[in-house]
């Protein structure tokens, strides 16, 4: 769990009225919530309120202390809950005399609620605060709002009784703390609301992305997951964080299903687990001093989440990259300065921009009125997620060809979707050879010029053709019918590690036969590999249905067929920004994606997959060819545009004229440095937020 959530363990109080860290004084409530109310110092709402959360006091927390959301204490650790109207009640006391003496009143109340639930008398708490809070409301009618602020310090008497009560309890029972289930239950029942916003925002950004593709749903989420960690400990940060995750990667990987939901859940819950992270960090760098800074701090820890979940665990799984949704927006071009970590960067930094605004806006109107002045800080938020957005149309995007080839791509289709897309042995190699042969038919006919290339999808041969004769026949024979060279996507037994299969592209020429051939450098855990297979293959006996490992490549897929170099990326590769980005730069000329979607077709994953054909077609100036066995198979053009795509579940041949490229785009030359610089600012922000919260608790014992 990140460090600085829940840190408060020294000096509590031994009186009714004695300071506690963390809490305002009566008299600090008289600052005017816009000028002193920053994250640094713990005040994050006006009025004691969170603008999503609903009950969280700010005002009365101590930055980074792990207090909890109503008046610095945290019951789950085995405070009173009673403890938090005293200092909810004065956080949320604006300026003037009345409203002085109502968090007076309310404050009374809290100190009467401590001592009974110190002593085992609960009873009188619900009466006492409820007295406390009419009170309040009584003596304040007019104070923009602040008694409404005071009652909700204590959002409920009842919750409120019960805690107390539950204090009591433990403390007749000898002092034991309340057990795990129990402090979990309490957690969650107090982040309930805030659950359940972070929820909808998570699946707000799932329908951001392919096939419901609305990508201005990706800002809305990134400002309203800022917005709910916002002043809040570490460690309700990661809950917020985690609950924004798990229904986006529900959504998101709903295509998992068809191996079973387990597997999405299972998946969902690892996958959440980097978002819980990055909700612990963004809760602490909303503490930071320079509040106009958090939007940067915000926008580099969603760069440094993507980073941590491209590579760990088994090699990283980057589905659900913020960029990945932003493929058809007008950040997008951004990609060919910095690659998908700059684009992912930019939405980021839009949206926690627009919630720095948001912020501001509700401030304004809790402290009951608006001014030029005090909306400059919106305004300037707005100008700079205007600025971010701009940024990308005035990015140039390479096109201009240096040479251009005629291509052909074969989707001969599969004999059934699903997990048993493989049908009978031969099947998808006889498809896609009689596509071949009635391409070879149309040309002679006149019908269609003759391609220079063509391009058969991963898995186009479901046999192994050097080991089984009529397979390299059955594809001998449709390449010399074609008269051209031929990527040929196969499994091939490995040639020394028995038990072993290579996914690869092997050049076929008609004259000479198989040829140069490129390795997937990166099999997919637990679907083309099982990772510890001699313990989990008996728990899970699902997994004895990959019955051989595939064996990783060790080189780039740079080919060349025919008249053209080209760079072969085998399926899942495209989302991993160095696979492709050292494949250009070891010399591909234009980019090849061999896969095979057969067993997640129709749920929406091959969509996900081709956008990240266009993303990589602008981040690397090149036209990318996907080439599918049952679809999405497509040709997208240097500047992201689809020219050509096939149906799913159809038999059908693409062809195409596209360019071939030698310049290098500046992405392509300042590689993974743009991501580590951005990963290293996010994770720095949050060690010196860390030091400042300790550093502030130091001081305060001093005194």
């Not at 433990?170 to 402090?183: E, H, N, T, V």
């Not at 940067?296 to 949704?325: K, M, Q, S, Y």
Request: aromatic content about 6%; proline content about 7%; glycine content about 12%.
């Amino acid at each position: 769990m990140p460090s600085g959530s829940d840190t408060t363990a020294e000096a509590a109080p031994t009186g009714p009225d004695a300071d506690r860290p963390g809490q305002r004084t009566t008299g600090s409530a008289a600052t005017p919530p816009t000028e002193g109310a920053d994250g640094a110092e713990g005040g994050d709402a006006v009025g004691g309120r969170d603008p999503l959360g609903g009950g969280d006091a700010a005002e009365g927390r101590k930055p980074v202390e792990g207090g909890d959301a109503v008046g610095g204490r945290d019951a789950v650790e085995d405070r009173d809950a009673a403890e938090g109207g005293e200092s909810g009640a004065t956080g949320a006391a604006a300026p003037g005399t009345a409203a002085s003496g109502a968090a007076s009143a309310v404050s009374g109340a809290a100190s009467a609620a401590r001592g009974a639930a110190a002593s085992g008398r609960a009873s009188g708490t619900v009466s006492a605060a409820s007295e406390a809070v009419t009170a309040a409301s009584g003596s304040v009618p007019d104070a923009s709002g602040t008694a409404s602020a005071a009652s909700g310090s204590v959002p409920d008497a009842s919750e409120t009784a019960s805690a107390a009560s539950g204090s009591a309890s433990a403390s007749s029972a000898g002092g034991r703390r309340p057990g795990r289930l129990r402090r979990l239950g309490l957690l969650a029942r107090r982040e309930a609301r805030r659950s359940a916003l972070a929820a909808v925002s998570g699946l707000a950004l799932g329908l951001a992305f392919p096939p419901f593709g609305v990508w201005p749903l990706s800002l809305v989420a990134v400002a309203a997951l800022a917005l709910l960690t916002h002043g809040r400990t570490a460690r309700q940060g990661a809950w917020t964080g985690f609950a924004f995750g798990g229904p986006f990667f529900l959504l998101l990987l709903k295509w998992l299903s068809v191996v079973g939901w387990d597997a999405v859940v299972g998946l969902s819950i690892i996958e959440a687990a980097f978002l819980a992270l990055m909700g612990a960090g963004l809760a602490l760098v909303s503490r930071l001093p320079v509040p106009a800074l958090w939007p940067l701090w915000t926008a580099c820890l969603w760069v440094a989440e993507e980073w941590a979940r491209d590579r760990v665990p088994f090699g990283g799984f980057p589905w659900g990259r913020l960029a990945f949704a932003n493929t058809g927006s007008p950040y997008t071009p951004l990609a060919a300065l910095g690659g998908a970590p700059l684009v992912t960067f930019g939405v980021a930094l839009t949206g926690g921009a627009l919630a720095g605004a948001a912020l501001t806006l509700w401030r304004l109107r809790a402290a009951g009125g608006f001014s030029p002045r005090r909306a400059l800080p919106a305004a300037g938020a707005v100008a700079v997620a205007a600025a971010v957005t701009a940024a990308g149309f005035a990015v140039p995007i390479p096109t201009a060809a240096d040479d251009s080839v005629d291509i052909a791509v074969v989707q001969g289709n599969v004999q059934q979707p699903g997990m048993d897309f493989l049908g009978r042995p031969m099947k998808i190699l006889d498809n896609h050879a009689k596509a071949t042969l009635n391409l070879a038919k149309d040309i002679k006919a006149g019908r269609i010029a003759k391609p220079d290339l063509v391009i058969w999808p991963e898995n186009a041969s479901d046999l192994d053709p050097f080991q089984y004769r009529e397979a390299y026949a059955r594809i001998d024979e449709a390449v010399k019918s074609i008269g051209v060279p031929v990527l040929v996507g196969a499994l091939v037994d490995h040639p020394t590690k028995q038990g072993y299969v290579e996914n690869q592209g092997i050049v076929w020429d008609p004259k000479s036969g198989p040829g140069a051939s490129y390795t997937k450098q990166h099999p997919v855990p637990f679907g083309e590999y099982v990772p510890f297979r001699q313990e989990l293959s008996k728990i899970i006996t699902r997994l004895q249905r990959v019955p051989r490992d595939f064996y990783p490549g060790d080189h780039t897929g740079v080919l060349n067929v025919g008249p053209a170099r080209l760079g072969d990326v085998i399926c899942f590769e495209v989302a991993y920004d160095e696979i492709v980005r050292d494949t250009v730069n070891a010399g591909a000329r234009a980019i090849v994606v061999q896969t095979n979607n057969a067993t997640y077709g129709r749920s929406g994953q091959p969509e996900q997959q081709l956008v990240m054909s266009r993303l990589r077609a602008i981040e690397h100036g090149r036209p990318v060819i996907t080439a599918a066995t049952s679809g999405i198979s497509a040709v997208v053009s240097p500047d992201g545009t689809i020219e050509q795509r096939t149906k799913e579940f159809t038999q059908d041949v693409l062809t195409a004229r596209i360019p071939l490229r030698d310049g290098k785009t500046l992405a392509d030359r300042v590689g993974a440095t743009p991501e580590w610089v951005l990963a290293m600012v996010g994770v720095l922000s949050c060690a010196a937020a860390i030091m400042i919260g300790r550093r502030g608790r130091t001081d305060k014992k001093g005194q």
